[in-house]
């Protein structure tokens, strides 16, 4: 079964500004540039960077909280919260409370509205359509259907990642 959702809200919603990110490994905390964008959010080591240093995908978000055990660790970020996906927590801190809130809005409001798997595996593919341009496909799809969205596509117009394959390219709904 393949599900195209096309030209839904949560494609329209963006925020960017500065977080303080704590590392997956050396939990050592780094400021970043942050952009929520198209159901995910990257992260950049600046605000010049094209190239992501991590990016966080709302479909894979198990929980968002706020973390007061963090806050109070440490003084220096008292605006923690925590996003879990299976396969990390991440740990952003905000500069104030009202930013703090915002972001944690920004996700919820976006995360209740994303399909998520409960089982855990991928029971079907997806296929985005974002609202500027660009086709994500999302699992395991057959080559044929594959073929039929990348016609005509340069090796330029599309790219493989953790989630699949993008396309850019300008489609009709």
Avoid: H
């Amino acid at each position: 079964m393949l599900r195209v959702l096309a030209g839904s809200q949560s494609t329209a919603r963006k925020k960017a500004g500065w977080l303080t990110k704590q590392g997956g490994s050396n939990k050592g905390w780094k400021r970043r540039w942050c952009v929520f964008e198209n159901n995910c959010l990257a992260y950049f080591k600046s605000e010049q960077d094209r190239e992501y240093a991590g990016i966080v995908y709302v479909e894979d978000m198990r929980s968002i909280t706020i973390d007061q055990e963090e806050s109070r660790k440490d003084n220096r970020y008292p605006y923690c919260f925590r996003v879990d996906t299976p396969d990390r927590a991440y740990m952003f801190c905000a500069e104030s409370a009202a930013d703090m809130d915002d972001w944690i809005s920004m996700f919820k409001s976006v995360w209740q509205e994303e399909p998520r798997y409960l089982t855990g595996t991928l029971q079907f593919a997806t296929a985005e359509c974002f609202v500027d341009s660009g086709l994500r496909i999302n699992g395991a799809v057959e080559a044929s259907v594959l073929s039929v969205f990348s016609e005509g596509i340069t090796p330029k117009q599309k790219r493989k990642d953790e989630r699949g394959w993008f396309i850019d390219k300008q489609v009709s709904v």
